[in-house]
């Protein structure tokens, strides 16, 4: 890995609430395609930058990103945050939600990343009261974005939402990195309970390329 785009990562893991449990893979691989909810090195399909798995634990990134560290690095915040997400307390989704509800009955204009945005340019106004699935994917993009600006604090043409709600938006992570909303929910393994949570693991993911 070139030493910038090295040096960018150790930037991202040395702010970043690592998940716990079983190591997440970082793989690079050339010209990505989704299509049918499968990721392609060729064309036909959508042409994406990466792609997270989250049961399997991996994600996915273009080798060109290696090349531009800040956005691989912005990239990267966004695909870790998907299990983060996936992760999260019933309680914790439901504050960020009810936060974006503000949002978008006060008009908020923008949003904090291109794949936030176009799901929110999408929204029909009942989308919001309803829950539809359009509203909720909404939701967790959002999430996944806000993220990785909280976590590199960079400027880019991508983030375009109103400094009110971007400072909003920085304090509910501040809080939620400090508190203990971080414990995700409970699951049951091999008949023992375990609690998946956010800290700042020892080690970070581990990076093939």
Not at 29 to 34: C, E, G, I, M, V
Not at 44 to 50: C, I, L, N, S, T
Request: glycine share 6%; aromatic share 10%; charged share 30%.
């Amino acid at each position: 890995m070139p030493p910038r785009a090295r040096a960018r990562l150790q930037a991202l893991w040395d702010r970043w609430p690592a998940l716990t449990g079983k190591p997440i893979r970082i793989r690079f691989r050339p010209s990505l395609w989704a299509r049918r909810g499968k990721l392609r090195s060729r064309a036909p399909g959508v042409e994406v930058h990466a792609a997270s798995f989250l049961r399997r634990r991996v994600i996915v990134l273009e080798a060109a990103l290696l090349g531009q560290p800040a956005e691989m690095a912005r990239i990267l915040a966004h695909e870790l945050s998907h299990f983060i997400w996936f992760r999260l307390a019933n309680a914790v989704r439901g504050g960020w939600e009810q936060l974006l509800r503000q949002e978008w009955e006060a008009g908020a204009r923008g949003e904090l990343g291109f794949s936030s945005q176009g799901r929110k340019q999408a929204l029909r106004s009942h989308d919001a009261e309803q829950r539809t699935r359009r509203w909720r994917e909404y939701v967790c993009e959002s999430f996944c974005d806000t993220a990785a600006y909280w976590a590199l604090r960079q400027r880019h043409a991508e983030f375009s939402l109103e400094q009110p709600w971007r400072k909003k938006r920085a304090a509910w992570f501040n809080r939620l990195v400090r508190s203990d909303a971080m414990l995700a929910r409970q699951q049951r393994r091999g008949g023992r309970r375990a609690m998946v949570f956010l800290a700042q693991a020892p080690h970070p993911p581990i990076i093939e390329a």
